[in-house]
């Protein structure tokens, strides 16, 4: 008799005096989505993340955006690695590793990810520009860095060459999402997890 295939999906809730956050995500998705943060630009940005990592994702959030993005975005990756720790459980048959290359018109970006369990970011990125529309592209490396921290993922993300502020950072999401994918994917070969310490 077979075992039952638990779903790989959490919901995180969380209010602060500068932002309240319902999000959820399930890993093994179609890259539906539903995306209000009243950031448009990072709303953008994360459908293209969902959709290139096949994950269904909702996010509603409402945030101090009178001010600025800030809070939003970092609270938003906050809970979005929050998530995907939660849902990955043990990590038990995960390939644990996830490498992407993406391009996007004139720029290429790379993301390389080890679900180590080992919290860091290496943000390799010189972008052109220091606004997108109304976002911060300074906010960039502020959502990576906190969804890599919460997710405790090592997390690299390099933009190889771009001129177009907007493609450069649409190429980063696209990559990070596919290669979470690919990290993220059960492989029958695995028994267990993919460490020598017999945990992650």
Not at 165 to 190: N, Y
């Amino acid at each position: 008799m077979s075992g039952k295939i638990v779903a790989r999906e959490h919901t995180i809730r969380r209010h602060t005096n500068e932002t309240k956050i319902e999000l959820k995500i399930a890993l093994d998705g179609e890259g539906k989505n539903q995306i209000h943060t009243g950031v448009p630009f990072l709303d953008h940005m994360l459908d293209l993340f969902a959709r290139h990592g096949h994950f269904d994702l909702q996010v509603k959030a409402e945030g101090d955006v009178h001010i600025d993005a800030h809070h939003t975005t970092e609270d938003v990756g906050i809970c979005l690695g929050l998530a995907i720790r939660e849902a990955l459980g043990d990590k038990a048959g995960v390939q644990r590793y996830g490498n992407a290359f993406v391009p996007m018109d004139d720029s290429l970006a790379q993301a390389v990810i080890d679900l180590s369990n080992r919290p860091h970011l290496e943000y390799r990125a010189n972008l052109s520009k220091e606004r997108v529309g109304q976002f911060d592209t300074e906010l960039v490396h502020e959502f990576f860095w906190k969804l890599a921290l919460e997710a405790r993922m090592n997390l690299h993300v390099i933009l190889h060459y771009g001129q177009n502020t907007h493609h450069q950072i649409e190429a980063m999401f696209k990559a990070v999402g596919r290669a979470l994918d690919e990290a993220t994917r059960i492989d029958p070969r695995v028994k267990g997890v993919l460490s020598t310490k017999g945990m992650l």
